[in-house]
């Protein structure tokens, strides 16, 4: 299997449940982000994760909890959500590519298809 | 850091019809360009970047052309499909380091 890909595609859960989501990229990159996805909002980046280590938390409550076990894999841990967390939550993740004007790094991301995410 | 400005959308267009999605950008430096396309029910793609001024970007039909004296990156088709029908992003760097920033799309539906 080639690309990003998430699972599940689509997840119902109630308030009181916890739940994970699931990203794999087979591209060889070492940076992954999670970005949640509402409708009429613009795409708002959560959590940023390079070389394994988490080097951006865009101010996320603590219900979503990122995990970040090799730079392959990257999960997201939900736990008592509320109805205004349903959304598309998108994985993606980039090389880092060297090369632009002046040296600056060149950070293509590829994304997956997300899950779409009801809060009941 | 940086930031974009896109035109809302929703546009709605005729097949065969000329597209333009505008896009301003403030950056530091001459960042890389990206734009992406998301079609219904799927996540993001690259579409196409530029990574220099002057430079175009070009894929599916589409081009941009990185312009920094306008700091202006703007999306065109010459004649577009139904399947183009999509929401679109421009996507300049945020500053310095691999974050991007994303406006909320524009909206593009294409009738037969």
């Known amino acids: 299997e080639t690309g990003v890909t998430q699972t599940p595609r689509h997840l119902v859960m109630g308030m009181t449940n916890k739940k994970s989501l699931k990203c794999e990229q087979h591209?060889?990159?070492?940076?992954m982000y999670w970005y949640k996805q509402s409708a009429k909002k613009p795409l708002e980046l959560m959590f940023v994760?390079?070389?394994?280590?988490?080097?951006e938390n865009n101010s996320v409550p603590s219900r979503f909890s990122p995990e970040c076990p090799n730079s392959s894999h990257l999960f997201l841990h939900l736990h008592t959500l509320q109805p205004e967390d349903s959304a598309l939550y998108l994985c993606?993740?980039?090389?880092?590519?060297?090369?632009?004007?002046?040296?600056?790094?060149?950070?293509?991301?590829?994304f997956g298809p997300g899950t779409r995410l009801t809060v009941t | 850091g940086n930031s974009v400005t896109q035109m809302e959308g929703p546009v709605t267009l005729s097949e065969e019809a000329f597209l333009t999605i505008n896009c301003t950008y403030t950056?530091?430096?001459?960042?890389?360009l990206f734009w992406y396309v998301q079609y219904p029910g799927e996540g993001l793609q690259l579409l196409l970047k530029?990574?220099?001024?002057?430079d175009k970007g070009s894929n599916k039909g589409f081009e941009a052309t990185y312009r920094k004296e306008t700091t202006s990156f703007h999306l065109e088709k010459g004649s577009v499909q139904v399947s183009d029908s999509a929401v679109y992003f421009c996507?300049?760097?945020?500053?310095?380091?691999?974050?991007?920033?994303f406006g909320g799309g524009t909206r593009v539906l294409v009738k037969p």
């Open positions: 993606a993740s980039s090389p880092i590519v060297t090369g632009g004007h002046a040296g600056l790094p060149v950070y293509e991301q590829y």
């Open positions: 591209l060889g990159h070492n940076a």
């Open positions: 994760y390079n070389f394994k280590e988490q080097t």
């Open positions: 950056a530091t430096g001459y960042p890389s």
């Open positions: 530029a990574t220099k001024a002057d």
């Open positions: 996507a300049p760097p945020k500053a310095a380091g691999n974050k991007l920033t």
